[in-house]
């Protein structure tokens, strides 16, 4: 059904040949500022989605929704932020669904807030941990715009006091160092669910995955996500010139009850 863009919504212009694009709020009386000249946001009030603006010096626009992938690389940052080649990944790594109760410590500047947020409706809860109280704010604020803020409960917080929440779906740990805190995610999250980590490093990796063994997870999983995109001209389709690469290694984990016992079969043992 054709929608059209009202007051305050979020809009997604993009132009070719090259993709400038943006993500506006539309403002009465408000402009955006492009290379390819100006665009005043009261020519776009009215207009249906998919239509084409242009600028004062004539260049088209196409007025698209935004989606979460733009969005969530475009947030307002003061730490590095989780990519959305990453972020697809976690999502279904860690099986997030409708009604979902997640924890997350290590809000940051909230990118992957924001996404767990849109995920888990407005049946599910975000409870999302930081110990830096701007970093927090700014998160706050980034889920605000994307208007998901109310399916999110920030707690500032140093995570060595624990997590309030028992029987989570799912937990997210970013932090410098997440095999000291791999007991508190355990208590919070529900016997069976997923664990997911992120880290920079192989030696950090390396002292992951020795805890997760120690605090009895099973079902372990590394991954790195590399993305390459590709020119969509169709008489020289190549790679572009770069690529994201390395941005950090994923690690995944299921919550399990204690360690398997070892049973004697002739000298076989599961452990």
């Known amino acids: 059904m054709e929608e059209f863009v009202k007051q305050s919504d979020l809009v997604f212009i993009w132009a070719p040949p090259k993709g400038d694009s943006f993500i506006i709020k539309v403002v009465p009386g408000g402009r955006q500022d492009t290379r390819l000249g100006q665009i005043l946001h009261d020519d776009l009030i009215g207009k249906p989605f998919g239509s084409w603006v242009y600028t004062n010096l004539g260049k088209p626009f196409c007025l698209l929704r935004p989606n979460i992938q733009e969005f969530s690389r475009r947030v307002r940052r003061q730490t590095q932020i989780l990519y959305p080649k990453d972020i697809g990944f976690i999502l279904v790594s860690l099986n997030i669904f409708p009604g979902a109760l997640v924890v997350e410590c290590g809000t940051g500047s909230g990118s992957l807030t924001s996404v ?156």
Not at 147 to 152: F, I, M, Q, T
Not at 198 to 211: A, F, I, M, R
Not at 222 to 230: A, C
Request: with cysteine; proline share 4%; aromatic share 8%.
């Open 116 to 271: 767990l947020a849109h995920f888990v409706g407005d049946t599910g809860k975000v409870v999302s941990y930081e110990k830096r109280e701007e970093f927090s704010q700014l998160a706050r604020r980034n889920c605000e715009k994307w208007g998901v803020v109310h399916r999110v409960d920030f707690k500032i917080r140093d995570i060595a006091d624990g997590f309030d929440e028992r029987g989570a779906d799912a937990v997210f740990l970013d932090l410098p160092n997440p095999w000291d805190h791999l007991d508190r995610a355990k208590e919070a999250l529900a016997p069976g669910n997923r664990l997911g980590i992120l880290v920079p490093t192989v030696n950090q990796v390396e002292k992951v995955l020795d805890g997760l063994v120690e605090s009895c997870f099973s079902d372990i999983q590394v991954s790195e996500i590399l993305l390459r995109y590709y020119k969509t001209n169709s008489r020289r389709i190549r790679p572009e010139d770069t690529m994201i690469g390395h941005t950090g290694y994923l690690v995944f984990a299921s919550n399990v009850i204690g360690s398997p016992a070892s049973h004697d079969d002739g000298g076989n043992d599961l452990n």
